[in-house]
């Protein structure tokens, strides 16, 4: 079973790491926000979410744009992952890199994690969502990744599959920065 505040202390520890990242154009960044929605998510909807604040202390209307971008990855996660059970395959879906599209505040960052329990046939199955927004893109999705191959919620391919298919620039970078210590 994950626990939340363990994850929590990842994520953190993760943004305060970004902001030494060499190659991080963005390293005054240093807070956001991080949602995590556990399992339940099937296709009746999806089920509470935990989303926490990260990093320094920000001004609750940046805390809000943050948790507002964090929110959309993961609806939009969410229903792209619904559509795929009608023509495609809910395997497929892994990253909000797919259905990014900045010119309408659609960022990357996001992560969905298919479970063992996935039934295209039946149409049944269900999924974890992960997203962080606040930082540089590819970094918000590298803390996702990262995280989630911390408390074993994703495999090395998964992995592999979500930083290949974004092209992440940053994220071996924070990984091995993130194992060094």
Known sequence: M???HEL????????????KLDSNPKKARSRGVFRYIP?????RGLSKSHAESV???AP???????AAISSEKANRLFAHWLRSF??????DI?????????????????????????DIEKVEGSCDIFTFSGLYEPVDESIGVIASLEHDLISGISARQIVEF????????????????
């Not at 994520?11 to 902001?19: A, I």
């Open 2 to 4: 994950l626990d939340f």
């Open 39 to 43: 399992n339940n998510n099937t296709i």
């Open 8 to 19: 929590h202390k990842t994520v953190n520890r993760l943004v305060d790491l970004s902001t």
């Open 166 to 181: 974004s092209k992440n620039p940053k994220y071996q970078e924070l990984s091995e920065k993130f194992h060094s210590i």
């Open 86 to 91: 009608v023509g495609g395959n809910p395997l």
């Open 55 to 57: 990093g320094r202390k």
């Open 60 to 66: 609750q209307s940046e805390l809000n744009l943050y």
């Open 94 to 118: 892994f990253s909000s890199w797919q259905t990014r599209d900045v010119d309408n505040k659609m960022y990357g960052g996001g992560i969905l994690i298919n479970h063992d329990d996935l």
